[in-house]
């Protein structure tokens, strides 16, 4: 077993310095930013690359790092487009495997890890990537241990424990949980948390290879994402690039709207401040569990991504933001998470405003189940 042919380098997002990628490796050795994977990929014709009869993400085989036939894999991705209103849509991430978006990027990160060697699988999680982490590991048939903030709605913790992960409960938030996994964790453990390790930002990026498909080879004008750690954010920009590297598409993008909540906003803080980087949000208050994520590591790639699509950033206050997930749950029959509650919330303002104009093609993000919220 190898990574796909294509697989260059491992590569920073900050400083460029170079890894061997045929190595379990987590943050760049020189400065300790996220790494990610720099793929050879061809130029021609995109039906040369998807395997339009594998209804999952691995339909996208050709341009990812792991081979298909060294997958762990549930049957993740290619989620349907809802229409819920004139030129917009809700891409609903919850039919995935655990009733989440994290599928994507676990089912990656498990393969590779799995490929390359790794003993047992660790991670900090506020719920959902915890889930999906001991599934994919089950699938594996390797051990996982995930540590979750204390408060993290029960669904989640036994959903862990059903396929077989040790859970630990930190008081606090997933920084928390983070500063308790490195402490406790062995020394052959593997870190799979979230910008922490490359391959997750790869499972993530089929979400921008799907939205090509599903408008046809064009792209929507916005795509409205709700934004923790921020690795679909980073995802989707990275497919984007690819292909145009590819000559699949132009130069121009989607504008990326990054959504969190008035009680755990760093992201829109530096966006608003003009900053280059995120500062650690003390005394982060939010039940968005997906979105209590106050010091994101890769932050700065995220911002990279907002301007470089010339995109904003936008928090909703909780009380709204939860309004909001009743209305658009009620309005469409969808399973709306918090914070597809809170994205809705924020094209809802944005269109007001008028910087969604009424023409534009508009792509709303549910990256999850609610169900388990309540």
């Known amino acids: 077993m190898s990574l796909a042919s294509t697989v260059e380098t491992l590569a920073c997002f900050s400083c460029e310095a170079r890894l061997d990628p045929n190595a379990l ?6 400065c300790g930013m996220p ?39 549930l049957v993740e991705g290619f989620t349907p487009l809802i229409e819920v209103g004139e ?30 060697g790794a003993e047992r699988l660790v991670a900090p999680s506020a719920g959902n990537a915890a889930s999906a982490l001991a599934a994919y590991g089950a699938a594996a048939s390797v051990p996982v241990l995930v540590a979750m903030p204390e408060d993290t709605p029960r ?13 630990n409960l930190v008081p606090g938030t997933i920084s928390d949980a983070g500063r308790w996994l490195a402490a406790n964790r062995g020394p052959r453990d593997f870190d799979v948390s979230t910008m922490k390790e490359p391959y997750r930002v790869e499972g993530k990026k089929t979400m921008g290879y799907e939205l090509f498909e ?12 709700p934004t923790g750690g921020g690795t679909g954010l980073v995802g989707m920009w990275k497919a984007w690039d690819e292909m145009e590297r590819m000559g699949w598409i132009g130069d121009d993008r989607p504008r990326l709207v990054s959504v969190q909540t008035a009680g755990c906003a760093p992201v829109v803080k530096a966006f608003d401040s003009g900053a280059e980087t995120t500062e650690f949000w003390e005394g982060a208050e939010t039940t968005a569990y997906g979105l209590r994520v106050p010091g994101p590591i890769g932050g700065f790639v995220c911002l990279r991504a907002i ?5 904003t ?9 939860y309004d909001k997930t009743d209305e658009l749950a009620a309005m469409t029959g969808i399973d709306v998470c918090p914070e597809g509650g809170a994205v809705w919330a924020a094209t809802r303002r944005l269109k007001a405003s008028g910087w969604i104009g009424a023409e534009d093609r508009v792509v709303m993000f549910n990256t999850g189940t609610g169900l388990k919220y309540r």
Not at 307 to 311: H, L
Request: hydrophobic letters at 40%; charged letters at 25%; aromatic letters at 8%.
């Open 155 to 167: 669904p989640f913790i036994d959903e862990c424990r059903h396929f077989g992960a040790d859970v």
């Open 307 to 311: 301007r470089e699509t010339d995109g």
């Open 313 to 321: 950033a936008i928090a909703i206050p909780e009380q709204e933001m």
């Open 214 to 225: 599903q408008f046809h080879g064009d792209m929507p004008d916005v795509v409205v994402y």
């Open 25 to 30: 490796e987590t943050l760049c050795h020189e």
């Open 87 to 116: 030129a917009t849509w809700i891409k609903d991430e919850t039919r995935n495997p655990t009733g989440s978006f994290k599928a994507r990027g676990l089912s990656m990160a498990v393969s590779a890890a799995v490929l390359l």
């Open 35 to 73: 790494l990610r994977v720099d793929l050879d990929l061809p130029v021609g014709n995109p039906a040369d690359l998807i395997h339009t009869d594998d209804f999952s993400m691995w339909r996208y085989a050709g341009v990812l790092p792991i081979p298909r036939s060294d997958a762990v894999s």
